[in-house]
């Protein structure tokens, strides 16, 4: 069995019951990308935020962004499903980022909805958590895990 496999079997029994194919750490994502040229990240974070905040440091082809909502106003993206359908292909695997966790969740379950057979969440996000003192970057997620980005 390969890596990729293995990483992906974990993924669908850890979100078993869930409307999307699974749920991956962010070290189980940049594994995933660097072991498959196919796989995507689909960012789903406003442009605001991979403009001001960063963005994960990938091959732009494995890096596709489709806000799941507007900036600004903070509305749903009416045109989600279809910006998915110009960046991906729907057998291919799709690992959904957002700041936290909450909005891939979403994605996922949406691309999946659309046919997407390998729809999954990136848990903990681009940022984490807040910690105590309300910052982000410091509980979970990507930067914290030491994972290869680019900052604003």
Same mark, same amino acid.
């Given at each position: 069995?390969? %890596? %990729?496999?293995?990483?992906?079997?974990?993924?669908?029994?850890?979100?078993?019951?869930?409307?999307?194919?699974?749920?991956?750490?962010?070290?189980?994502?940049?594994?995933?990308?660097?072991?498959?040229?196919?796989?995507?990240?689909?960012?789903?974070? %406003?442009?605001?935020?991979?403009?001001?905040?960063?963005?994960?440091?990938?091959?732009?082809?494995?890096?596709?962004?489709?806000?799941?909502?507007?900036?600004?106003?903070?509305?749903?993206?009416?045109?989600?499903?279809?910006?998915?359908?110009?960046?991906?292909?729907?057998?291919?695997?799709?690992?959904?980022? #957002?700041?936290?966790?909450?909005?891939?969740?979403?994605?996922?379950?949406?691309?999946?909805?659309?046919?997407?057979?390998?729809?999954?969440?990136?848990?903990?996000?681009?940022?984490?958590?807040?910690?105590?003192?309300?910052?982000?970057?410091?509980?979970?997620?990507? #930067?914290?895990?030491?994972?290869?980005?680019?900052?604003?």
């Amino acid at each position: 069995m390969s %890596t %990729t496999d293995t990483i992906l079997d974990a993924a669908r029994s850890r979100a078993a019951g869930q409307p999307y194919a699974g749920a991956v750490t962010p070290q189980e994502a940049f594994a995933l990308v660097q072991g498959d040229p196919k796989v995507k990240i689909v960012d789903v974070r %406003t442009n605001a935020e991979r403009d001001w905040v960063g963005r994960v440091a990938i091959p732009d082809s494995q890096h596709v962004a489709v806000q799941w909502v507007t900036y600004p106003g903070g509305q749903p993206n009416p045109q989600f499903g279809p910006q998915l359908e110009q960046v991906a292909d729907k057998d291919e695997v799709l690992l959904f980022l #957002c700041r936290s966790g909450v909005r891939s969740r979403h994605g996922a379950r949406v691309a999946t909805e659309l046919g997407y057979a390998n729809a999954f969440d990136i848990l903990e996000g681009f940022e984490g958590d807040r910690d105590e003192q309300g910052h982000r970057k410091t509980v979970g997620g990507w #930067c914290k895990a030491g994972l290869p980005w680019v900052g604003a």
